[in-house]
């Protein structure tokens, strides 16, 4: 066995290995989409066309919602 040393293995050898902040990498990344979504809402809202489909669907699932709680609660006795 050849049990010869480098300089390199004196330099880092005895130093200490950094963790690494997974939590904090998970949350840079979570950041990061969150301005790229915050951004595509944004950008889809201010053409005309796709803000009358997200009305339009979200006044779609409120019915849907409504016909559900509606239908269970009042008419489902």
């Given amino acids: 066995m050849n049990?010869?040393?480098t300089d390199f293995d004196f330099k880092?050898?005895?130093e200490p290995?950094?963790?690494?902040w997974e939590g904090l990498?998970?949350?840079d990344r979570a950041l990061a989409e969150n301005r790229a979504t915050e951004y595509r809402?944004?950008?889809?809202w201010?053409?005309?066309?796709?803000?009358i489909v997200m009305i339009v669907v979200f006044l779609l699932l409120a019915a849907?919602?409504?016909?559900?709680?509606?239908?269970?609660?009042v008419i489902g006795h």
């Fill in 25 to 27: 990498a998970e949350l």
């Fill in 64 to 73: 849907f919602v409504a016909f559900v709680v509606i239908n269970d609660l």
């Fill in 17 to 20: 290995v950094p963790q690494k």
């Fill in 46 to 51: 201010a053409d005309p066309i796709n803000r």
């Fill in 41 to 44: 809402w944004k950008k889809a």
């Fill in 3 to 5: 049990a010869i040393m």
């Fill in 12 to 14: 880092h050898g005895s």
